[in-house]
């Protein structure tokens, strides 16, 4: 029922930009904490950037002045603008929704992540 549906991924040279999306369906999605998370071949699972359910937002120190998350409790969506891309940023990229903290990990949620690819 559930289900975080990521889009926007794509290749894209070095420099470039891209938007990726995250619609999401069956949670009440106003109150829900989202972010986006990243991994690379080889490498843990990171927190790129997130934003709570009041707006407040934060990001990796990578990506700090690149990337701006926003959300959309109107259409249900997330958004991660991706500027000034570098090679380092290729990776699949994964939606998070976070639910506010009495409800638990039990009503946490994953999208099936989306690739970005940065040419160099």
């Known amino acids: 029922q559930v289900q975080l549906v990521e889009s926007g991924g794509g290749l894209v040279q070095s420099g470039g930009s891209l938007r990726l999306s995250c619609a999401a369906s069956?949670?009440?999605?106003?109150?829900?904490?989202m972010g986006w998370y990243r991994q690379a071949p080889g490498k843990q699972r990171e927190l790129v950037a997130a934003?709570?359910?009041?707006?407040?937002?934060s990001y990796a120190d990578s990506v700090k002045g690149r990337f701006t998350i926003s959300r959309d409790d109107a259409k249900n969506t997330v958004h991660l603008q991706m500027n000034s891309l570098e090679p380092e940023d290729t990776a699949v990229y994964y939606c998070?929704?976070?639910?506010?903290?009495?409800?638990?990990?039990?009503?946490?949620?994953w999208g099936q992540g989306t690739q970005v690819t940065v040419s160099s």
């Open positions: 998070h929704a976070d639910p506010p903290r009495a409800w638990g990990r039990p009503y946490e949620y």
């Open positions: 069956g949670i009440i999605f106003r109150i829900y904490a």
């Open positions: 934003i709570t359910s009041g707006g407040s937002t």
